[in-house]
């Protein structure tokens, strides 16, 4: 099942595809709640919400359809024509895992990792599908680098690895973009390289999310990304250095996972530059497509 959040009547709605059919969830879950409760509750207009009460499962999701299906009420809740998605939430946490891929490491002139490497990106970062990713001129080279997304469904802390897929509760996609020049040169004077990978707009996440049940575990899935329609990176995530049951166990060894927290899983090979007025597309095909614009400002 995805999930996401659209602009609908002058203000955000959650979206729930079922039956490749979006149906504004914010709406009927104000249905249900008056048909099955007899109340009329504050609308739901945020997917980290919908996590807090337990709902973003199938378990949460499902009944509410049904139920307005029943009472011949789903037809009103309908959106029609492709939804135009928003970013799905801002994220408390966003933990990044560098050189995943051995042809990444590679071409970044580094060994293969003994264990995951892992650093973060600011949430203000963030942006939703067709938000423009803002390059400057102070910047130098900007890479793109798109990333499987897991997003983290309830508190972890020393997971196991064998009980990781408990606590993912869904996925989606990612660019880690990134100031390359900048990065380097804090680097090489023993800087952090925090700032190359947080500026504004250089964390696209989106165009929503996909319930952790509705693929296959483990997953392994293609994952491309393309800039103007051509291809320049494309691996599978079966290639992972570190599986998601690792990164969830490392990662919660040292730092407490928290629900709507996401882990960005390491980027394939194929990293390169852009340049305002490209597009640049994350692609999976059991997720979707995450496009963002370039825009250039001195």
């Known amino acids: 099942m995805k999930i996401g959040v659209v602009p609908r009547d002058g203000e955000t709605v959650v979206a729930v595809e079922v039956d490749k059919r979006w149906i504004d969830f914010t709406r009927a879950y104000r ?60 994220p408390g946490k966003i933990i ?10 590679a071409e970044t002139g ?16 963030c942006i939703g599908p067709d938000q423009a ?55 090489d004077a023993g800087h952090p390289w925090f700032r190359s990978k947080s500026l504004d707009t250089f964390c696209p996440f989106g165009p929503y999310l996909v319930l952790r049940d509705a693929l296959p575990w483990p997953l392994e899935v293609d994952i491309e990304c393309a800039v103007n329609g051509a291809v320049r990176q494309q691996n599978n995530t079966r290639n992972f250095i570190f599986k998601i049951p690792e990164l969830i166990a490392y ?25 305002p007025g490209d597009s640049v597309e994350v692609r999976v095909p059991e997720i979707g497509v995450l496009r963002n614009p370039v825009l250039g400002l001195r």
């Open 133 to 187: 990713i803002v390059v400057r001129n102070e910047y130098g080279r900007v890479d793109h680098e798109g990333e499987l997304a897991v997003i983290i469904g309830k508190t972890a802390k020393d997971v196991p690895q064998e009980n990781a897929l408990d606590y993912i509760v869904a996925y989606s996609l990612m660019n880690d973009v990134t100031a390359r020049e900048m990065q380097r040169k804090d680097i």
């Open 31 to 90: 249905i249900y709640e008056l048909l099955e409760h007899q109340r009329l509750g504050l609308p739901i207009r945020d997917i980290l919400e919908l996590l807090q009460r337990g709902l973003l499962n199938d378990g949460g999701l499902m009944p509410v359809i049904a139920a307005i299906r029943n009472h011949s009420a789903i037809d009103k809740c309908a959106i029609t024509g492709q939804p135009t998605f928003t970013l799905p939430y801002r």
């Open 96 to 105: 990044a895992i560098g050189r995943n891929y051995a042809a990444h490491a």
């Open 110 to 125: 580094h060994d293969v990792p003994k264990e995951p490497i892992f650093f973060s990106k600011s949430p203000t970062a």
């Open 251 to 275: 990662v919660s060894r040292f730092i407490t996972l928290e629900p709507g927290d996401v882990i960005s899983t390491g980027t394939p090979e194929g990293i390169a530059a852009l340049t």
